[in-house]
């Protein structure tokens, strides 16, 4: 679609994400449906943030979709059990099994989380972004997680690969107090070695400007 349909269609889901955020019924369901609302509104909000300068930002168009989908699909709240007459030993109910696990997995095992210029602090939405990676790896059974920094052309190469590293770490830092037990966090930097968008040296750009984290 052209320009101004996409801006129409991110935005009909912003606003979808918005609304179920706010809704308290959302709120209270025993579900994942809130976490995915709150990940819609960020990447649909990145998304259009992009827009602004008419860029189509692959990776936050296509996180904006993948949440909106997995909001839409997530279940209700189930209705509350009928308490089972006294003595009655109810086994408790299986875990689910991987094949219906799979495909909600494997669409979120890539997360991109972005910063500011010359910066390592974590924007306010990065910290929903990292609330439902966390969730995500509860729900997934993920055994660990690829922390990779990195940072855009402007400045010196050794300069960016140190604020590459910070950011990892923060963000590292941020999923470790997450996770009790069980999942690693490893963290890797680039500096500005692996740009998403190549461009001239010395060019800052807010794509390349971000940290990388992958599950297994």
């Given amino acids: 679609m052209d320009n101004s349909g996409l801006v129409g269609e991110l935005d009909r889901r912003y606003q979808d994400g918005l609304s179920a955020s706010l809704d308290q019924a959302v709120v209270a ?68 099994s991987p094949s219906r696990r799979a495909p909600f997995c494997e669409d979120a095992r ?3 989380v972005f910063f500011d210029f010359d910066s390592s602090e974590l924007k306010p939405g990065s910290m929903v972004t990292l609330d439902t990676v966390a969730q995500q790896a509860r729900d997934c059974g993920w055994v660990s997680l690829a922390v990779v920094g990195h940072a855009d052309q402007a400045g010196s190469d050794a300069y960016n690969l140190a604020l590459s590293r910070r950011r990892a770490d923060v963000v590292a830092g941020v999923l470790r107090g997450k996770f009790a037990q069980g999942i690693a966090v490893n963290v890797d930097a680039k500096g500005e070695a692996n740009p998403r968008v190549p461009l001239a040296d010395g060019t800052p750009s807010p794509e390349n400007r971000r940290v990388e984290i992958s599950a297994q």
Wanted: charged share 15%; with cysteine; proline share 18%.
């Fill in 29 to 96: 369901a025993n579900n994942s449906r809130y976490l995915w609302a709150l990940e819609t509104k960020v990447q649909c909000g990145i998304a259009l943030g992009f827009m602004k300068s008419s860029h189509r930002d692959p990776t936050s168009i296509g996180n904006c979709a993948r949440a909106h989908a997995m909001m839409n699909r997530a279940p209700a709240a189930p209705p509350r059990a009928i308490a089972p007459p006294p003595r009655a030993i109810v086994p408790p109910p299986p875990p689910p």
């Fill in 110 to 112: 890539d997360t991109t």
